[in-house]
């Protein structure tokens, strides 16, 4: 148990110090192509173009680390995500920003997942729950307490800061791997070694997880528009960076604080529920995000925003981190991230044309109607394992 502990910490503050870099940029990159002349679209494509990476890549980083090892994989990402943080800072137009963002999205492709496939190796069995909450902590922590930081840094030094420190923290997760992390045990190595593979095709055609990658897409396409329109809309009346940066920390950290409690209500009780009942207040949430014209107005919506998440998170990633154990934890954690890049691909794109046809607040618009359609599919499919998901015994094929 020591050694599983060790494990998790270094795991954790790794994720947490790219989390971290990653959400200091979060409310400032709006801004930041803006300036570079990017339209509705352009900020769609740039914010796209990270997710559409992730999502051809993550699978096959997957699938591979399943049978060479974690560790490895985690660190050469790292050190390429390392130097990508640089690109923003050199980036002169639209265009190449954009390939920053998908180079970017390649590097990241092959950490924050492998990072989760590891955390699910290394997870008692029962407490599938209580683990990825405490790992799904690092993760809002980081992206809670960067967009702060990110508006902070813009206001008092400039724009590039928040790249150069993004930059730093990157570095810091690499050696956190690097020299605190221990390799792969044998019996973790040869179990993967051994597992039957199976296809990405064979695993949808079992209904609970084509349900819980469906809930996982679309979700993600509805809450794809606040971190990448939220700043814009916030700008028109007059909030500032920093103040942007508190409002997007409110809901993350929130999140983040809340997942180790969920966790463990998760591993007790029906991860099924919990994931119906984060969806309708994720919906809600982002329904009344137009009316909120005011700082205290956007910061009450996006404590809601928080708490949905908090309540479905532990409960999704426990269903996958189980079935993973049956397909290949790093599959199954590549094709729940896949799911969630896939929606953040698309809601950009849409939420790009709808503010520069009809307006920004449709793209709030769009967001809750695609949370109450993912509840929608992700119950249809879900509704025959009510009994069996608790139990752990839900069929691994069709």
Same mark, same amino acid.
């Given at each position: ?239 500032? /960076? ?125 967001? /809750? ?30």
């Amino acid at each position: 148990m020591k050694n599983i502990h060790r494990r998790f910490a270094a795991l954790f503050a790794a994720a947490f110090a790219v989390m971290l870099g990653m959400g200091i940029i979060v409310p400032l990159m709006p801004i930041y192509a803006e300036h570079m002349g990017a339209t509705g679209i352009w900020i769609g494509i740039i914010f796209s173009g990270f997710s559409l990476s992730r999502l051809i890549f993550m699978p096959i980083m997957g699938r591979i680390s399943d049978k060479k090892g974690r560790k490895k994989f985690i660190a050469l990402g790292l050190f390429f995500y390392t130097l990508l943080s640089l690109g923003y800072v050199f980036a002169e137009n639209v265009y190449s920003l954009v390939w920053v963002r998908v180079l970017h999205g390649l590097a990241s492709a092959m950490v924050i997942p492998i990072i989760m496939a590891y955390i699910g190796d290394i997870a008692p069995k029962g407490k599938e729950g209580r683990f990825m909450g405490y790992f799904n902590t690092s993760f809002f922590l980081g992206m809670g307490l960067g967009p702060f930081i990110g508006g902070f840094l813009n206001d008092a030094f400039s724009m590039n800061s928040a790249f150069y420190a993004m930059t730093i923290l990157a570095t810091l997760s690499l050696l956190i791997i690097i020299f605190a992390l221990p390799e792969e045990s044998a019996r973790l190595l040869e179990k993967a070694e051994h597992k039957k593979e199976i296809s990405f095709k064979k695993l949808l055609n079992n209904d609970l997880i084509k349900g819980l990658v469906l809930y996982r897409f679309i979700t993600a396409a509805g809450r794809g528009p606040l971190m990448a329109f939220l700043p814009i809309f916030a700008a028109q009346f007059k909030i500032t /960076a920093s103040q942007i940066g508190f409002i997007i920390t409110s809901n993350m950290l929130l999140m983040s604080l809340l997942q180790a409690p969920f966790g463990r209500i998760a591993d007790k009780y029906s991860k099924i529920r919990m994931i119906i009942l984060s969806g309708i207040i994720s919906g809600l949430a982002l329904f009344i995000m137009p009316f909120m014209k005011t700082f205290s107005g956007l910061f009450f919506a996006n404590i809601f925003m928080g708490l949905a998440g908090a309540i479905g998170m532990p409960a999704a990633t426990a269903i996958n981190a189980i079935a993973g154990r049956k397909h290949g934890m790093a599959s199954a954690m590549g094709l729940f991230s896949s799911a969630m890049s896939a929606g953040m691909v698309i809601a950009p794109l849409i939420a790009g044309i709808l503010m520069d046809t009809a307006g920004i607040k449709y793209v709030f618009y769009f967001g /809750a109607f695609t949370s109450f359609a993912g509840i929608y599919f992700f119950r249809f499919y879900a509704k025959k394992y009510k009994r069996v998901i608790e139990e752990e015994k839900y069929p691994v094929t069709a």
